[in-house]
């Protein structure tokens, strides 16, 4: 699946012109302001934003900070075009949180390499904190909310961990957020649906509690909130690729 791209410009031929550029390897959404890109960004997933810095009302460089001051966005890569090529220019749009900053007029070869090397590291880390909830290894984020985004659910999954039928909706009320947005920020840093991020969660749980060796098995799974036994050694096993008796098995070898 293409990767979608948010370009932002007043200027519409040069919004065409980028989406032209671009439209061959991605999925491309257009916004002529600040206003137009965020009211995309309630509903749209979105994987890299490009924004001009000089546009009426809010501008790129406002539209940058604010995006990377709220948790529900704070994760999505950011570009800035401008004409301005000063240092202290440079350094102004970085400091905004900007991933990167290119001058106009500018290489399209310059733009797409950009582009491909943001989203290679962003696929990266998603690929990394897919794993995290088994590896509580938070270091790989890209950004100090994200981190504090994941382990706040983390806490919570473990504080509610008996509780069958824990939700998307639990999780987006905890967090402060609707469910599609709650939804499209897990799934843009993790790769993972809510549930799978749960699931996750009580699995980690659940190997801990049969390397402890004092539950049976259907306890374990009562313990770590899945509503049957079978359904529980389905997940285990899709997770570990062993069964939990395997598991048990091979940690008793090692024990010996």
């Known amino acids: 699946m293409k990767e979608t791209l948010l370009i932002i410009d007043d200027a519409e031929d040069l919004l065409e012109f980028l989406a032209e550029i671009l439209g061959t390897r991605y999925h491309i959404l257009k916004a002529l302001n600040a206003d137009e890109a965020l009211i995309q960004l309630q509903t ?5 934003i490009i924004s001009d810095i000089m546009m009426p009302g809010l501008s790129g460089l406002e539209l940058c900070h604010q995006l990377k001051s709220t948790i529900e966005y704070c994760h999505i890569p950011v570009i800035l075009l401008t004409a301005k090529k000063s240092h202290r220019d440079l350094l102004e749009g970085l400091e905004t949180g900007a ?5 106009k007029p500018f290489s399209n070869d310059l733009l797409l390499v950009q582009v491909a090397n943001l989203l290679k590291n962003r696929s990266k880390i998603k690929e990394h904190t897919a ?3 088994l590896e509580d290894n938070f270091v790989a984020l890209k950004t100090k ?5 994941i382990l706040q659910l983390t806490t919570y999954i473990h504080e509610n961990m008996e509780k069958k039928n824990l939700s998307v909706d639990d999780l987006a009320e905890y967090v402060n957020m609707s469910r599609a947005t709650f939804y499209r920020k897990l799934k843009s840093i993790s790769k993972l ?6 699931d996750r969660i009580r699995l980690k749980k659940a190997a801990e509690l049969i390397a402890e060796n004092d539950k049976k098995f ?4 009562n313990k770590v909130g899945f509503g049957s036994h079978s359904s529980f050694g389905r997940n285990f096993q899709k997770h570990f690729n062993l069964s939990p008796k395997k598991y048990l098995d091979n940690l008793k070898d090692k024990w010996e």
């Open 99 to 103: 991933d990167a900053y290119i001058g």
């Open 131 to 133: 794993h995290m909830p």
């Open 193 to 198: 649906s809510p549930k799978d991020f749960i």
């Open 145 to 149: 909310s994200d981190e504090t985004f």
């Open 44 to 48: 749209q997933f979105v994987d890299l």
């Open 218 to 221: 259907f306890q374990i799974a």
